[in-house]
């Protein structure tokens, strides 16, 4: 049990239907994470926030909207996705110091496997 | 911009082998360094990390890690494996800037240990 939990952990949707992916981190963190696992490509970062304000969007294309209603809790909204958005999909929090301090150590959840059909 | 290479995509060994997994990463400033692990069907955990101090780490599961300043270094070593330590492991590379704990991760690699 890693403190970070993630549902769905399957989903399986077409490209007209739009879902949602929750994460809950019960580690009393401050920051929270999305990311992107696929295939034969590095994690790559889609979203953080901290202290509940979104501090980095990577580039992300605007079907997928991040939503952060409190330092425990992280959505991610899916509308109109596209098959090559299939991947496992994952959260992870941490505990950011002070402005400019060093980054710590993230705590992944399971993550939710995604296939867009 | 920031990036993470490790070079070795797949391993295949056997059990007591040595194991060394490479890491070096682009960024000249300060950076804290982490190796990932993650266990089939489980999610991802962190086997060590090295913020500052004596450059070689010993992590979890006899696992230890180097880093090395001049080369951009960072690589993973665990003297015997086991089979269990069939995993994919994540080096992953963190550097100070004003907010946002970002986290730059390499591809992976893929250890497979016969028994």
């Known amino acids: 049990e890693t403190g970070v939990t993630q549902t769905p952990r399957h989903l399986v949707m077409g490209m007209t239907n739009k879902k949602s992916l929750k994460c809950e981190q019960h580690?009393?963190?401050?920051?929270m994470y999305w990311y992107k696992q696929s295939a034969k490509k590095p994690l790559e970062l889609m979203f953080v926030?901290?202290?509940?304000?979104?501090?980095e969007n990577n580039s992300v294309p605007s079907r997928f909207s991040p939503e952060c209603p409190n330092s425990s809790h992280l959505f991610l909204h899916l509308h109109t996705l596209q098959p090559e958005d299939s991947a496992l999909y994952l959260c992870a929090s941490s505990q950011e110091g002070i402005p400019g301090g060093p980054p710590d150590t993230q705590y992944f959840g399971p993550g939710t496997r995604l296939t867009v059909l | 911009a920031q990036s993470v290479s490790q070079h070795n995509h797949h391993v295949i060994l056997s059990e007591a082998a040595s194991l060394e997994l490479g890491c070096n990463y682009s960024y000249g400033g300060t950076v804290n360094l982490f190796w990932y692990v993650q266990y089939p069907g489980q999610h991802l955990q962190l086997l060590l990390k090295?913020?500052?101090?004596?450059?070689l780490v010993k992590g979890i599961k006899g696992f230890e890690a180097e880093f090395i300043k001049s080369k951009f270094s960072f690589n993973l070593r665990k003297p015997s494996v086991q089979w269990s330590d069939t995993a994919e492991y994540f080096c992953a590379v963190g550097r100070i800037k004003a907010a946002g704990n970002k986290l730059t991760f390499g591809g992976g690699t893929r250890v497979l240990v016969k028994p």
């Open positions: 926030y901290s202290l509940e304000e979104r501090v």
């Open positions: 580690l009393g963190h401050n920051a």
């Open positions: 090295y913020f500052s101090g004596d450059p």
